[in-house]
């Protein structure tokens, strides 16, 4: 964190994508045009709303692109509500960020091949390192991408997805929904049972996001797989309010998500309560 993270700063919501039923895409801009700050793959902002307040949400277009910044946002209370209810382009929003740390893309994962795993909103954090690595193709090895939803419907980014990444160099996209549904052809069936379906070799490094449940299987299925747990790569992004470590609510153990995290490695989640 800088010390003009705290400042928020004046955005224009230019554009509002709708991904799923309640999944929105919002793209933020400088009143004059251009990103709001710079950040890295995997950390976090706050939007805030006059007279609700303000909540945090991963920052899901790549640190490369200097025109606008994206958070696509899933509807689950008040804030969000008033996002996908209220808020049309041309609208100022306020931003302030970056928060937290990131996926170490300057360092551990250079030189790698890469597997990322995402179910639901999960992918939405993830987005931003693989457009990160595609725009820094020569310094990352193959890029697999494995990404569970419940229906077609409900993929964000379809479209990215289908016709974007899979046509890139060195680049494959395995999608799977969890029940049989008209029209796909594609695989059926959870994240986890697809992973070790698709019996990945344990020499890649592995950035994983999803619901707690999809972490902990999938976590089983990698290290049944030879993967080490210091080789795998998880954001949490529950709970967190101030973004300082202050206020306590995001207090794991001795871990504060919002300032140690939200990237952790999957060792560093033994030393959190079990409860977790």
């Known amino acids: 964190m800088n010390r003009d ?11 509002v994508t709708r991904e799923t039923g309640d999944v929105n895409t919002y793209r933020v801009e400088k009143p004059g045009g251009g990103k709001l700050f710079e950040h890295m ?11 609700l307040g303000e909540a945090i949400f991963s920052i899901t277009s790549s640190p490369t692109n200097q025109e606008f910044m994206e958070f696509s946002i899933k509807r689950t209370g008040r804030i969000t509500d008033f996002l996908d209810e209220g808020m049309e382009p041309g609208q100022e929003i306020a931003v302030r960020g970056p928060f937290g740390n990131h996926f170490p893309v300057e360092d551990k994962l ?3 091949d ?12 993830l987005r931003s390192v693989v457009n990160y690595l595609l725009d820094h193709r020569a310094d990352y090895g193959n890029i697999d991408v494995v990404y569970g939803a419940r229906s077609r419907e409900d993929f964000v980014k379809y479209d990215e997805l ?7 160099p060195g680049v494959q996209v395995h999608l799977t929904i969890d029940r049989p549904q008209e ?18 070799t344990s020499d890649k490094t592995v950035c994983l996001c999803g619901p707690p449940i999809m972490i902990k299987l999938c976590l089983e299925a990698l290290t049944d797989m030879g993967f080490r747990k210091d080789q795998v790569y998880t954001t949490l992004e529950l709970r967190m309010k101030c973004g300082i470590g202050k206020c306590g609510r995001c207090n794991i153990g001795k871990k504060y ?19 977790y």
């Open 257 to 275: 998500v919002c300032k140690d995290g939200p990237v952790f490695t999957c060792d560093e989640l033994d030393d959190m309560p079990d409860e």
């Open 110 to 112: 250079k030189g790698r």
């Open 41 to 51: 793959p995997g950390q976090c902002a706050f939007l805030s709303v006059p007279g």
């Open 5 to 15: 993270s705290m400042i928020p700063v004046v955005g224009v919501l230019t554009k």
């Open 114 to 125: 890469l597997l990322f795993i995402g179910g639901g909103i999960g992918m939405a954090p």
């Open 183 to 200: 029209g796909w052809t594609g695989h059926v069936g959870f994240v986890p049972a697809f992973l070790r379906d698709l019996a990945f």
């Open 162 to 168: 289908t016709e974007d990444w899979p046509n890139r």
